[in-house]
């Protein structure tokens, strides 16, 4: 009862405004504090403890949808899949079952999986990928090129987004080479009919360039720091409201609430 999800913008790079969340887990550690995944979760996969605490996060952030939903705000939320939670068989049955049980739509749910996890079996992961696009349940290849994906497994998955690994993203301002690298995944993904999203963007002049090459959705400090869930609709509206001004304003926004 110690853990709690913590939801982080992701912005419509065309409109300037909140698309979605994605949820991030915290470890409320009586003693230590606030403790961030880095620090627990590797320790969650060695002592197999990852799949319960993965359940976790998936019914909680669909209770959590489900409860901006009665506020009348139709959100849909991004969670991250394990590589061991990939492999189990009846993760597709848990989250049919999560997405039953607090009435949220497939499309509402969005499931993370990170290129060096998803490459790691091709068989188990596609089959996981149709079970899951079977729910009406959106998937996304996170940190996208730092794995070791082929064009042809790129096809063969019912994706419908990547993620740019933020190590790209911090070094556009300053090296070419990664400013390449983005443009030819964004090139990439729209040539497979994917969105793109740019994550780990924390300055004015990064945003710029991604949104330059075309980028779908952006996400990282320069909108906003990770944030409590009754936070979330607040800075939403907050942000909806200031679209139409300075996009630069939107630095304000992480550290006001």
Not at 111 to 129: N, W
Not at 175 to 186: H, T
Not at 223 to 228: F, G, L
Request: hydrophobic share 40%; with cysteine.
């Amino acid at each position: 009862s110690q853990f709690e999800l913590y939801y982080q913008p992701k912005i419509d790079g065309r409109r300037n405004r909140m698309s979605g969340v994605e949820a991030l887990v915290r470890w409320n550690h009586p003693r230590l504090g606030l403790v961030s995944p880095d620090s627990f979760i590797g320790l969650a996969e060695r002592y197999g403890l990852i799949v319960r605490l993965g359940n976790w996060v998936l019914n909680e952030a669909c209770r959590q949808v489900a409860a901006w939903s009665k506020e009348g705000t139709h959100m849909r939320v991004a969670i991250n899949l394990s590589a061991i939670q990939l492999r189990e068989p009846t993760l597709v049955d848990k989250v049919e079952e999560a997405l039953r049980k607090h009435g949220v739509l497939g499309s509402q749910l969005l499931c993370e999986i990170t290129e060096s996890v998803a490459m790691q079996d091709m068989k188990i992961t596609q089959r996981t990928f149709e079970g899951l696009s079977r729910l009406g349940v959106h998937l996304s290849i996170d940190d996208f090129g730092t794995g070791y994906s082929s064009l042809a497994q790129l096809r063969d998955l019912p994706a419908r987004q990547l993620k740019i690994d933020r190590s790209f993203v911090k070094d556009l301002e300053t090296k070419s080479d990664a400013r390449a690298v983005v443009e030819a995944v964004i090139k990439l993904a729209h040539a497979l009919n994917l969105t793109v999203v740019a994550e780990g963007v924390e300055t004015l002049g990064q945003r710029d360039i991604v949104l330059q090459l075309g980028c779908d959705e952006l996400q990282g400090f320069f909108y906003a720091r990770p944030m409590r869930a009754g936070k979330i609709l607040p800075w939403k509206f907050e942000q909806a409201a200031n679209a139409t001004r300075p996009a630069d304003l939107a630095t304000n926004f992480g550290t006001r609430f």
